[in-house]
Each structure stands twice: as C-alpha cells, then as structure tokens.
C-alpha cells in the first residue's frame, strides 16, 4: 500500500472543514480554520498542514477551546485595534479584526492589532500575506507553550515564538518571510517523531541538557534557539510585544494555563501593518522600486527569497494537488463521522 496519499485542494478544504465541524467546531471557526490549513498544506508547509487538524480537535475535546466563540474587534485608540478572541482558535479573530486593522494602517501610516485569548496553532505567513495584499508591510509575531531554552541556558523559558514580515511588490507575490526563533517548529520535531526519523543535531537537548538526534527526547527536553543569542534576544522581544504589552500571556504562562493538557497554546498576538503611501506620498513607487533592486541582487546570484519554495509549491499543488501520509489521512478519516 501507498505510504502517501493524494489529494486534490478541494478535498484538502473539504476533509478539513468535516473534521473541525465534526471535532465541534462551530461553522465560522470550522471555514477560518480549514482555510489557513489548506494554505499550508496547498504550500507544503507541513508542520502546520494538514496534520495540525489533530491538535485543534484534541484541544476542543480537552474542553480547552471555546468552539463557537465569536470575536469582538474593538477600535481601541486611532491606530490600535483589539480583537478579544474570547478563547477561541485565532484565525476567525484575525479574519475579523484585519478590515479595522488595513483601514487604520491607510489614515495613520502604521497601525497595530492586538489579539488577546486566543489559541493559536497555526503559521503566521497567511495572516502577513493576506495584509500585504491590500499593498501594506506587515509583521506579526506571536508566543507559544514554554518549549525553548535560551541561548547559554538549559531550561524552557521561550515558546517557538514565530515573526512573519510581508513587503508588497509591485511585479509578482510579496516578499515573505515567516519562521520560528526557535531553531525549528516543533511541529517539525513532531513530525520527525511521527515518521520515526532523526532530528538534526542544534534542534534540542533532552531533558539532561545533552544534544539529542532523538525526537521523543527532544520534545521531554528543550528546544534551542536559531542564531543562539540572537534568536533568543528575538524570542524574548516577542514574548515581551505579544505577552505583556498588550495585556496577554507569555509562553511561560500560557504553559501553566495548559495545566498538562497539552493543548494548544492560549496567548495573545500583535500584528503591526504600515502603509508606504502615508510614509512616502506621491514618492511611494520609486523608493518601491529601489526594493526590487534588492531583490534583484539576491536572486541575481543564485540566491533565492524567502517563500520562493513556497510560491513554486503553491503552483505544483494547483496544478496536481497534494499529497500527505497516510498515517494522518487515516488518523483524520478516523476523526470524521461513520
Ligand atoms: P523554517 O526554519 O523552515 O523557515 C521558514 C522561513 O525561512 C520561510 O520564510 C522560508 O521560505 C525561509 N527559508 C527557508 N530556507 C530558506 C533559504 N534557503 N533561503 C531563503 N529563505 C529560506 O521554518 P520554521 O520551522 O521556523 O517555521 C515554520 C512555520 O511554523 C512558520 O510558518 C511559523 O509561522 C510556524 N510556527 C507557528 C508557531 C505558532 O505559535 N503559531 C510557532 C512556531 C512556528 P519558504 O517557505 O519559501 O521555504
Ligand atoms: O510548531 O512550534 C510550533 C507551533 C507552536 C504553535 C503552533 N505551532
């Protein structure tokens, strides 16, 4: 038998949107949820692909998640928007915190969305590019669960902490780029230890504080930082922008409000959105176009863009659809009614 299965993008959408409606998750949160989902696996990003489905149904189950929580935008201050999420999952309160946000961006050059009681499992990419296409910069950054030590140190303290910036282009998709500042995601590590694979050595220590290729050991233990000091100077901005300043939990936090259910982390997000024609009036276009020349000289070598892999997935993926294990395919069949 096939160890992988195929799927077409519609039916990526369709089984997700069953599984969360059948996990009981309400019609609204069900279409925001799938829709991020079926972005990732559509770009073959597959640490928050398909197989993230698992978690946001173990996490409804675990009585954790409110399922049909409806977010309240609140226009708190001339370029600061609030999304209460009232413990439900984020994309829904993204989805509608974002037209408040793009139209505070347009009359103040810069505005910020805070997010606050959501859980959050997905990656920040959609959520940037999405900004961006109304023609604004934007940047999100966001904790998690307390998995990461800090650089010289042994001992969680940092969640995976993601931040994700969108540049629009006049010629083509944004430039994107998203990524933990954790030395990985730990879906990634989760991912290894579904598929009994080793991790690279400089992802983890197990729980002793010894490198560890172990992917069992290495979610026990801690993970590690990118960049050592310097993605842990990242990771602890990102604690300190998405936790305290607008009123939410750290990783640390969300971990101890976890109480060991190990479901998805529960924090806050900051998304920040600036519009180059408040910026640069009538000279937007050409300090625009002297961006392309940078981009230029990167790929002009033989370099490539962050996303680029992930524009090219996106075209392979529409053109032939996806494929995914089928331990997961079946472990999602099982979550759907008989
Ligand atoms: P990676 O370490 O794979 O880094 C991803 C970023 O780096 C992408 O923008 C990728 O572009 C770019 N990139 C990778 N290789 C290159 C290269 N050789 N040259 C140029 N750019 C490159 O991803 P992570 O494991 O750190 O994160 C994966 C996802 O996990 C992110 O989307 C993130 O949002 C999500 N996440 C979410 C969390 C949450 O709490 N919600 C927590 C942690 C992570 P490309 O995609 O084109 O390869
Ligand atoms: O992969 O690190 C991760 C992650 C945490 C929350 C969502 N994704």
């Given at each position: 038998m096939?160890e992988?299965v195929s799927l077409?993008?519609?039916e990526?959408?369709r089984?997700?949107?069953?599984v969360l409606?059948?996990g009981?998750?309400?019609q609204?949160h069900?279409?925001?949820?799938a829709?991020v989902?079926?972005?990732g696996q ?12 698992l978690g946001?149904?173990?996490s409804v189950?675990e ?5 049909s929580?409806l977010p ?11 999304v ?17 946000l793009?139209e ?5 050059g810069?505005?910020?969305?805070a997010?606050n009681n959501c859980?959050h499992?997905s990656?920040l ?5 999405a900004?961006c296409?109304?023609g ?5 950054m966001?904790?998690?669960?307390s998995?990461v030590a ?7 303290v ?5 931040i994700?910036?969108a ?15 954790s ?9 290894h ?13 197990d729980?002793?504080?010894n ?5 069992t ?8 930082t990118f960049?050592?000091?310097k ?6 901005m990102i ?9 939410d939990m750290?990783?640390?936090?969300s971990?101890?409000?976890?109480g ?8 806050g997000?900051?998304i920040l959105?600036?519009?180059p024609n ?9 300090h625009?176009a002297r961006a ?19 524009y090219e997935?996106?075209?392979r993926?529409?053109?032939n659809g ?5 331990a997961?395919y ?7 009614p008989?």
């Amino acid at each position: 038998m096939s160890e992988e299965v195929s799927l077409s993008l519609d039916e990526v959408r369709r089984i997700s949107t069953d599984v969360l409606k059948a996990g009981g998750l309400s019609q609204e949160h069900a279409e925001a949820i799938a829709g991020v989902i079926y972005a990732g696996q559509r770009d073959e990003c597959h640490s928050h692909g398909m197989y993230r489905l698992l978690g946001c149904v173990r996490s409804v189950k675990e009585g954790k998640v409110n399922p049909s929580a409806l977010p309240d935008v609140v226009d708190h201050a001339p370029a600061i928007v609030r999304v209460n999420a009232h413990y439900g999952f984020s994309p829904l309160a993204f989805a509608r915190g974002r037209p408040l946000l793009v139209e505070k961006a347009r009359r103040t050059g810069l505005a910020a969305m805070a997010i606050n009681n959501c859980y959050h499992f997905s990656a920040l990419w959609p959520e940037v590019e999405a900004i961006c296409a109304d023609g604004l910069v934007a940047l999100a950054m966001t904790p998690s669960h307390s998995w990461v030590a800090p650089a010289g140190g042994k001992k969680p303290v940092f969640g995976t902490n993601p931040i994700a910036f969108a540049w629009p282009r006049p010629d083509g998709p944004p430039f994107v780029f998203d990524f933990a500042t954790s030395a990985i995601a730990r879906g990634e590590i989760e991912l290894h230890r579904r598929a009994g694979k080793p991790i690279p050595t400089g992802w983890a220590i197990d729980s002793e504080g010894n490198p560890t290729n172990d992917a069992t050991a290495a979610l026990a233990g801690a993970m590690l930082t990118f960049g050592g000091h310097k993605g842990s100077a990242l990771s602890a901005m990102i604690e300190l922008m998405a936790g305290p300043l607008i009123g939410d939990m750290t990783s640390a936090e969300s971990m101890a409000f976890d109480g060991g259910v190990g479901a998805a982390p529960c924090h806050g997000e900051l998304i920040l959105a600036f519009d180059p024609n408040v910026f640069l009036g009538a000279d937007a276009a050409q300090h625009v176009a002297r961006a392309e020349k940078m981009f230029d000289a990167i790929v002009g070598q033989g370099a490539r863009l962050p996303s680029q892999r992930r524009y090219e997935a996106r075209e392979r993926s529409k053109a032939n659809g996806v494929r995914i294990p089928r331990a997961l395919y079946d472990d999602l069949q099982a979550l759907l009614p008989r």
